[in-house]
């Protein structure tokens, strides 16, 4: 049976689109300088762990204390101080912004879905200039579901008129991003070059595509018979 051609692109946002683990230790080190002891990458295992998720901020509190430095204020500062410098350190993967151009140039929508918030998710998009570029973000707090669950895919279908078999998915986990999407029907391409999933190793689900550099879903969606 000929497959079927794409008209929607679905990401998922950190990770796939830029490096947010690079930004996370950045945040971390201003954290651990704050406080006058840790280290940046000591502190970043703690979102790693799984227990909370991955920007979950009782990570934090957990680490402050761990360091016996833990304060109601002293929290409350360290957690404006990560969120502030998370963001300044946020920076594109190479030819991200010139792959989602020529993706809509080719006639197909580019929809970010993450399980960031709607406010936190529009403060990366901005600061890589994203925001303006991609047809929708469906954050968390708009579906109310958050990845593996199907739900969070389901919505993100129906909310962009969508059909799976019309659909491929980006992302970097293949527990959290690919086997969901691939289960629903979707196109999977896993985001090989941005999975910083340690907790997730010993998880392994086929994608339908394994990407080096996001460029490669150009040549994806031309092979399933869409041209400029």
């Given at each position: 049976m ?9 990401s998922?946002?950190?990770?796939t689109l830029?490096d ?11 954290v651990?300088d ?6 940046p990458?000591e ?5 790693l ?14 680490y402050?204390?761990?360091k ?6 002293l ?7 990560y969120?502030?410098m998370?963001v300044?350190?946020?920076?594109l993967y ?17 929809v970010?879905?993450t399980d ?5 998710a529009?403060r990366?998009l ?13 954050a968390?707090d708009?579906?109310g579901k958050k990845?593996?669950d199907?739900?969070?895919f389901?919505?993100a279908?129906?909310r ?24 629903i029907g ?5 985001a ?7 907790h997730d190793?010993?998880f ?7 990407l ?6 150009i040549?994806?969606i ?7």
């Amino acid at each position: 049976m000929k497959e079927k051609e794409l008209q929607y692109v679905f990401s998922d946002m950190d990770n796939t689109l830029f490096d947010f683990v690079h930004a996370k230790v950045k945040a971390c080190a201003a954290v651990v300088d704050r406080i006058g002891t840790g280290d940046p990458l000591e502190m970043l295992s703690y979102f790693l762990r799984g227990i909370y998720g991955f920007e979950n901020l009782e990570n934090i509190e957990d680490y402050l204390r761990e360091k016996l430095v833990f304060s109601a204020p002293l929290f409350e500062e360290c957690c404006g101080i990560y969120e502030d410098m998370k963001v300044e350190h946020v920076e594109l993967y190479d030819g991200v912004l010139d792959t989602i151009r020529a993706v809509k140039d080719m006639g197909c929508s580019f929809v970010i879905v993450t399980d960031a918030d709607t406010e936190n998710a529009y403060r990366r998009l901005k600061r890589v200039g994203l925001a303006g570029v991609v047809d929708d973000v469906i954050a968390y707090d708009m579906s109310g579901k958050k990845k593996p669950d199907l739900g969070a895919f389901e919505f993100a279908l129906n909310r962009s008129g969508a059909s799976a078999d019309e659909s491929m998915y980006i992302g970097d986990s293949l527990r959290r991003d690919i086997a969901p999407a691939k289960k629903i029907g979707m196109v999977t391409a896993y985001a090989a070059y941005g999975d910083r999933n340690d907790h997730d190793r010993d998880f392994f689900f086929e994608p339908d595509y394994k990407l080096n550099h996001i460029g490669e879903i150009i040549e994806i969606i031309q092979s399933r018979g869409k041209v400029n």
